[in-house]
């Protein structure tokens, strides 16, 4: 556990140490990983895996997010590349989470999330011949449930590292404590079931979208970064230099040749690139035309 805790991408854990509400509940988190949700119509066999592969790198922070893909395939998708489903972000887990794209179906789904649990809290009270409502009402208070780029306890919960508190209101209702576990277990795996149909992937509709129309084609998502081409040849795209860096004609009689070209594609510009590749490209056929023309005069003269 303590080396698992040392990994960078735990470390968002001890932001919640000053928190009284929200103490991670390791046992508990460990259990819900591995619980294994029944088959049913909502949830068939065949679902299973895909189920546990979204949930594992989920809480491994190992989902294929824009900003994991630069670092991985600089050749592919260029730095500047922000968020497919609202195109102003850069896509991480925090921007997954708030995305205004998907603002209101994350909304239904914490709802979805607090509705279940003070169901179980409800009959859990009338087993016990107890009022659940100082339960309720304590969980409802939990800072989880309000979604911010400053909330890490909503954060935690949605990566998978569940609060202690969901167990306590069980054992206060005479509930067992694994008995409790199997419930909250059942209700986060519905949870990450429905992250996943609603906020996946739809994301990975968009981005696929996008992909298509970029031509990045599985054969070339498998095929390995080249490594041994000379940097003239293989040039990533985040690596592309700024039309400045191009070299300027000697004969400045020819400028306007090469400005006209230039100034004629400014206006081409698409969301992915920010207009970067294909100003670069242009560039690149307007310093060749006026390569051209300049070999052509001299020919004449």
């Known amino acids: 556990m303590r080396d698992l805790l040392s990994l960078k991408r735990f470390q968002f854990t001890f932001c919640l140490t000053d928190r009284d509400d929200y103490i991670v509940d390791w046992d508990l988190t460990w259990f819900t990983l591995n619980y ?13 895996s895909r189920h546990y592969t979204f949930k594992f790198k989920l809480f491994l922070d190992d989902l294929p997010l824009l900003e994991k893909l630069k670092i991985t395939r600089p050749d592919l998708y260029i730095d500047l590349l922000t968020c497919r489903s609202c195109c102003i972000r850069k896509e ?25 649990l003070f169901s179980k809290l409800r009959e859990a009270g009338d087993l016990a ?3 659940p409502t100082p339960m309720i009402r304590k969980l409802s208070s939990l800072s989880c ?10 954060y935690a919960l949605i990566w998978g590292c569940l609060p202690k508190l969901f167990i306590d209101l069980f054992e206060e209702l005479s509930i067992p404590r694994q008995s409790a576990m ?27 979208r996008w992909k298509n129309a970029m031509h990045i084609t599985l054969k070339l998502k498998t095929t390995p970064q ?13 690596s592309l230099p700024p039309p400045t860096h191009l070299v300027t004609s000697r004969d400045s009689r020819t400028d ?12 081409w510009d698409v969301d992915f690139y920010s207009g970067r590749v294909i100003r670069y490209y242009v560039s690149i056929v307007a310093s060749t035309l006026v390569g051209i023309y300049q070999r052509g005069r001299s020919r004449e003269i």
């Not at 449930?145 to 306890?153: A, E, L, T, V």
């Not at 306007?256 to 206006?267: C, D, H, I, L, Y």
């Open 145 to 154: 449930w309000s979604i911010s780029s400053s909330n890490w306890s909503s």
């Open 129 to 131: 011949d107890v009022d």
């Open 226 to 238: 080249p490594s041994n081409l000379p940097a003239s040849t293989y040039v990533p795209f985040s």
């Open 256 to 267: 306007w040749f090469k400005n006209s070209m230039t100034q004629a594609f400014a206006g």
């Open 182 to 208: 199997k419930v909250v277990a059942a209700i986060h795996n519905n949870f990450i079931q429905k992250l996943r149909r609603r906020i996946w992937n739809p994301r990975t509709y968009d981005k696929s």
């Open 92 to 116: 991480d887990l925090m921007h997954l989470i708030l995305c205004s794209k998907r603002r209101t179906p994350m909304h239904q789904i914490f709802q979805s999330y607090q509705n279940h």
């Open 36 to 48: 294994s949700p029944s088959h049913d119509a909502s949830f068939p066999a065949h679902h299973a």
